[in-house]
């Protein structure tokens, strides 16, 4: 199968962004998270991350939460991120890190790589509001050499009824609070119908509200 052929897959479109603004946004990314970075995110984005190999591109980094955690002896690191308030703090970010990296200005559905160019792409808390993530996906499939990989860490529907009743209930005024988050979207399905998952772990968001409380952490690889 390839990039141009995943199958369809229900996933929720976000409404229009709300009007605080791109740099208000921005300015309470990390206060919003915080909890949830104190209580078992941090450690998860380590362990994640600490599989990175090569040449690295990172989709919707935010404001460089990722950054600390990649090993020292990778080849490149791209950080992309659509928004211009949260690429401007993201700057800050890389400069203060002494890191090298390039911050680019690129949202998931048009990355900025050549085919099979890219050994390990990074996508953390972040397909849940792409405005299409289907395509974002057959992005990820394209710029993937073979052999490379996905490190995914998504909150995604939950297994029982009464939570994914919720979770659609109240999709839209979640969405309004988080800048277009969907808590709605199958995304472990989707990322299934684009790469070939193989390793998923299903974990538990702490220190966040319910509606995103499901986590999928894991590896994909390109189909060959």
Not at 63 to 81: A, F, I, K, M, Q
Not at 111 to 135: E, I, K, N, Y
Request: net charge positive.
């Amino acid at each position: 199968m390839t990039a141009q052929e995943v199958p369809a897959v229900s996933v929720p479109a976000p409404p229009t962004r709300p009007g605080l603004g791109s740099r208000v946004d921005a300015a309470l990314y990390g206060p919003v998270l915080l909890l949830g970075e104190l209580r078992g995110m941090r450690r998860r984005r380590a362990a994640l991350l600490g599989e990175a190999r090569g040449r690295v591109l990172e989709i919707g980094a935010g404001t460089g939460l990722n950054l600390r955690h990649y090993p020292d002896d990778l080849d490149d690191l791209v950080l992309t991120e659509p928004d211009p308030g949260m690429a401007a703090r993201l700057r800050r970010t890389v400069g203060r890190s002494g890191r090298r990296a390039a911050v680019v200005e690129a949202g998931a559905e048009a990355l900025p790589a050549a085919d099979g160019s890219v050994d390990t792409v990074v996508s953390t808390m972040v397909l849940c509001t792409v405005p299409d993530p289907l395509a974002a996906l057959r992005e990820i499939a394209r710029v993937l050499a073979p052999g490379g990989r996905l490190l995914f860490c998504e909150h995604v529907l939950a297994a029982d009824e009464r939570t994914v009743r919720r979770q659609h209930r109240f999709a839209d005024a979640w969405a309004g609070f988080a800048s277009g988050c969907r808590c709605d979207r199958d995304l472990l399905t989707a990322i299934r119908g684009a790469l070939d998952v193989d390793r998923v772990d299903v974990e538990t968001w702490r220190g966040m509200p319910v509606l995103v409380h499901p986590l999928v952490v894991g590896s994909a690889r390109p189909r060959t």
